[in-house]
């Protein structure tokens, strides 16, 4: 069923960028494809190749509408968002590099390593370069018509895009057993000797303007999931007349929720003002995660098992919602704070507190 749309803020705030109102003018078919979806990407896919125009680039002043945007889609199915904010940030990379953009077509970003999967590009005689190994990871890589991939170069590694639609793509079948994202196949890919195009110099795709904004962008996706956990929360309580631990959970989701739309609006600012640095991606991403984790959590608490055995809808919420968390790595990614922390200080001489 339909969803109102999510806001961070009961302001009534429009971003003012204009880049991009073509593609602006499909945002309603986009979340009608959501309510299509049903846990099945391919509504989204149809609706992101009919899309006429350029997606919006974040952090060029459209940064609040568009993480409002996949919060929304999230909250009507994650399997739609899942489909929706790589396409996004492809565009992003894509204009950030100054690539324009092709009309009819669906992306992906592949950006994930592996210690058993290894993929490498070679400069080729003529100028060109080509893909020889394997690519862990690559969500909806046998229904998307273009990839954003990362590989291996002699100077490092480097982005490269391609069609996935010609010889020597070979995405992987079966094994995707995932009762999460059971419909989003995110199995390796075989590259043999594949005509690729650079984007930006190696080492670029990580240390590009935009890099932090797309990270903390899929906190947005991961926010929308947990709207939706909360409506089906509030739903119960309504259903009848709550006890005070069936009130208290539904004002801690009610609370973490306020906090993480608080945090999501002030780093769109950010983004916008070109202020929002690795730090705060960080910090958004964990923020918001743990607010996500802890609404699942409060949800199986509130209404017990039957919602997950019985009602199709939020039993396929609750499962994908906990894959997709997964995208944060819990204490790994806060030491990686840590280390961006301890540099930061060693550069400014002084700690940010």
């Known amino acids: 069923m339909d969803q109102p749309p999510v806001s961070f803020s009961t302001a009534n705030q429009r971003?003012?960028?204009?880049?991009?109102?073509?593609?602006?003018?499909?945002?309603?078919?986009v979340r009608a494809a959501a309510v299509r979806c049903q846990g099945n990407p391919e509504a989204m896919l149809r609706a992101l190749q009919s899309a006429?125009?350029?997606?919006?680039a974040p952090a060029a002043g459209d940064t609040r509408r568009l993480w409002e945007l996949l919060a929304s889609v999230a909250a009507t199915d994650l399997v739609a968002a899942r489909a929706l904010e790589p396409h996004l940030d492809a565009a992003?990379?894509?204009?950030?590099?100054?690539?324009?953009?092709?009309?009819?077509?669906?992306?992906?970003v592949f950006a994930a390593q592996s210690p058993t999967a290894k993929l490498e590009a070679a400069r080729l005689p003529g100028g060109?370069?080509?893909?020889?190994?394997?690519?862990?990871?690559?969500?909806?890589?046998?229904?998307?018509?273009?990839?954003?991939?990362?590989?291996?170069?002699?100077?490092?590694?480097?982005?490269?895009?391609?069609s996935l639609r010609q010889t020597g793509v070979e995405p992987a079948t079966?094994?995707?057993?995932?009762?999460?994202?059971?419909?989003?196949?995110?199995?390796?890919?075989d590259f043999d000797a594949v005509p690729a195009q650079p984007v930006g110099v190696a080492g670029w795709?990580?240390?590009?303007?935009?890099?932090?904004?797309?990270?903390?962008?899929?906190?947005?996706?991961?926010?929308?999931?947990?709207?939706?956990?909360?409506?089906?929360?509030?739903?119960?309580a309504?259903?009848?007349?709550?006890?005070?631990?069936?009130?208290?959970?539904?004002?801690?989701?009610?609370?973490?929720?306020?906090?993480?739309?608080?945090?999501?609006?002030?780093?769109?600012?950010?983004?916008?003002?070109?202020?929002?640095?690795?730090?705060?991606a960080h910090q958004v991403r964990g923020q918001v995660a743990g607010a996500c984790t802890r609404i699942l959590q409060l949800s199986g608490q509130a209404t017990g098992p039957g919602p997950l055995t019985a009602d199709e809808e939020h039993a396929r919420r609750a499962a994908d919602l906990g894959i997709y968390l997964r995208q944060?790595?819990?204490?790994?990614?806060?030491?990686?704070?840590?280390?961006?922390?301890?540099?930061?200080?060693?550069?400014?001489?002084?700690?940010?507190w």
């Open 15 to 29: 971003s003012g960028s204009k880049s991009a109102e073509t593609w602006w003018s499909s945002e309603a078919a």
């Open 52 to 56: 006429q125009g350029a997606p919006p």
């Open 92 to 108: 992003g990379i894509l204009s950030q590099a100054g690539i324009g953009w092709q009309d009819g077509t669906t992306w992906g």
């Open 128 to 162: 060109g370069w080509m893909l020889n190994g394997t690519k862990p990871w690559c969500s909806l890589a046998a229904q998307l018509s273009h990839a954003l991939v990362t590989a291996g170069t002699p100077h490092g590694d480097r982005l490269f895009m391609l």
């Open 174 to 189: 079966g094994g995707w057993v995932s009762r999460g994202m059971a419909q989003l196949p995110s199995g390796a890919v």
């Open 205 to 236: 795709y990580l240390t590009r303007p935009g890099f932090a904004v797309g990270g903390a962008g899929v906190a947005a996706c991961w926010f929308g999931g947990a709207v939706g956990i909360y409506r089906h929360l509030l739903r119960s």
């Open 238 to 280: 309504q259903a009848r007349t709550p006890d005070q631990l069936a009130l208290a959970w539904l004002g801690e989701a009610e609370r973490l929720l306020a906090g993480a739309a608080a945090i999501l609006e002030h780093a769109a600012g950010l983004a916008d003002a070109g202020q929002l640095d690795a730090i705060a």
């Open 328 to 352: 944060h790595h819990a204490a790994r990614d806060d030491a990686a704070l840590g280390q961006l922390v301890l540099d930061s200080v060693a550069t400014a001489g002084r700690s940010p």
